[in-house]
């Protein structure tokens, strides 16, 4: 990315769900004849935008030249008619066909996300659905239409508003973040600037995917119950009539070393917190393996940070270390979250305190012991699952090298308390340093004792989580919460904690409901709660009724760790999937809810 399009690669994992000439509309013709339309009138907006409008707000004329209260005739007469042409767009979509495809073939799980080095997309599907996944995949690279190109714009920014806008440090973040980074692209956020997302062009979104979603810069990986021969053969066929693009740029900006310290200090609407950020080194470099041990020495329960700041002196609700090795550059950082009446100052300092040991004492061999066996526990668990086996090989073939799974134990093992101490010395320096100090506002809400250990960025997955909590159906809730019930199990242990938290509110209002609600009959069978709602029940048409009927056979083969994958990929995507299907899905939930009763029993016998 580059100033002026920052976002564009976030964007692209919106759009490419829109489908293809084939999958996402009812008439290709007339739908690249609404997109052409669209294009051309919002190119003749931005001239207006960035030329006229640009203008008066360097001129102090209007306070923001994208507010469409300040439009001039011209500019409001072609917003009028592109929102017209978008309505009429809408005619010819087929809206979230292309999801629907997959969600047909029984795929679960997809999804995909991005960060500042890669835009990941993820699927999971039965063994006989490859060939499928090779068709749908390669066609969305091939023929991709770019559909919705502008109207998507809104959804990004009520994304941008919800992740950043609405959390307490968001906006501090990201310009903490800016502070930071002096020269690399990682100053500015995945999402983009809100001047920048709405500068997108048809144009510069075309020029942009022939360079970076060509087959020359794109990594596959197939995990899973599959015979090697025929799998490459099928991607051969279908992959292989892509055509190269233009080779990706270098990125030849390398962050210069900082020569100062540098403070920002806010107030927010949260508990006092601090982060200490370090310039460090990127991944692979030699010593990111040794950032990586020394951050197990710092973290969990039985490290450091939680043993000193959190039980020790008792002035945290949470501390903790992290190294980021990015594919360019990285950073090593301490961030801490106040406990009481203590302050972000006096965290700040006890990490200072907590740096000059690991500068002037050795770590001892059987803590740094403990420390390896745990790291090796975690690579071996980490090859236990095919989804984290997946994203692991794809980010390290991104970076460099897959092979760095089989690699990384040895040089891991290899660091020693001498290299820590080097390794501290090194990049633990005062001009090195960046300080995030966010201080309770005074106009904040009380603070929720149930919350208070909770980071910042935990606090805003809690918040928009706990809304779409309160938007569920009562008639939902049961089913609801039996998903949850089932996948607590399988939540990594990074996110255990707030799951459990998102858990609890959700059997709490079950527990509500059930007061209120006397027509409801609830069941419990071990840990299945399902709710018998005597409003109605599902009608399928003959169509969908041989469709739920393959789908209960072939759900007769499945375990019960599948099921519960399945339950909850389709818990997800039940309300988005369009309404003539919905019905299809929720009858197979109300049948996967009843094979995992089946079986749970079997099992607690």
Known sequence: ERPGITGLSHYFEHLMFKGTNTIGTSDAVADAQFTEKESSLRDQMLDIVWGEQYDRFRAGEIDDPWDEKYDTPQLAALRREIVETMNEHRSVIVKDEFSSVYQKAGAVGMNAFTSEDITFYINGLPANKLELWCWMESDRLQNSVFREFFSERDVVHEERRMRTDSSPTGKFDEQFNSMFWEASPYSWPVIGWPSDLNSYTLKEAKRYFDIYYRPNNLIGIVVGDFELASTKNLIEEYFGRLTRGTPPPPVPTIEPAQKAPQRLVGEVDAQSQIEVRYHAVPFGHKDSYVFEVMSAVLNGRTGRLFKSLVE????????????????????????????????????????????????????????????????????????????????????????????????????????TGDDIMTLANTYFDENNSSVAIYHRSANADPVDEDLEAFSPEQLAMIKQALKELENIPSEEL????????????????????????????????????????????????????????????????????????????????????DLTRIYGAMQGVVTTVPDKDR?????????????IAELTQQENK
Do not use: C
């Not at 100052?345 to 000059?356: G, M, S, T």
């Not at 949850?484 to 996110?495: H, I, K, L, N, T």
């Not at 299809?584 to 809810?593: G, N, T």
């Open 478 to 561: 049961g089913p609801a919460l039996a998903g949850m019930r089932m996948q607590s199990a399988q939540v990594p242990p990074e996110f255990k904690p707030v799951f459990d938290y998102l858990l609890q509110k959700l059997e709490e209002r079950v527990a509500e409901e059930e007061k209120t609600s006397p027509n409801n009959e609830v069941v419990e069978t071990s840990e299945v709660v399902v709710v018998n709602d005597a409003s109605g029940s599902l009608e399928l048409t003959p169509e969908q009724q041989v469709e739920a009927d393959a789908f209960i056979e072939n759900m007769k083969t499945m375990d019960l760790n």
């Open 583 to 595: 019905v299809v899905i929720e009858f197979m939930i109300l049948k996967i809810a009843d094979r």
């Open 312 to 415: 020790g002196d008792e002035i945290a609700a949470s501390a903790g270390a992290h190294f980021d090795g990015k594919k360019y550059a990285g950073s090593f950082s301490f961030k801490a979250t106040v406990k009481g009446e203590s302050s972000p100052e006096e965290l700040e300092a006890a990490w200072y305190r907590e740096a000059e040991l690991l500068k002037n004492e050795v770590v001892l061999e059987a803590e740094l012991q403990k420390v390896k066996n745990n790291i090796v526990a975690d690579q071996y668990r980490g090859l236990q699952s095919n989804f984290y086996l997946m994203i692991q090989l794809g980010f390290f073939e991104m970076f460099g090298d897959w092979n760095y799974i089989n690699t990384a134990s040895d040089s891991l093992l290899r660091v």
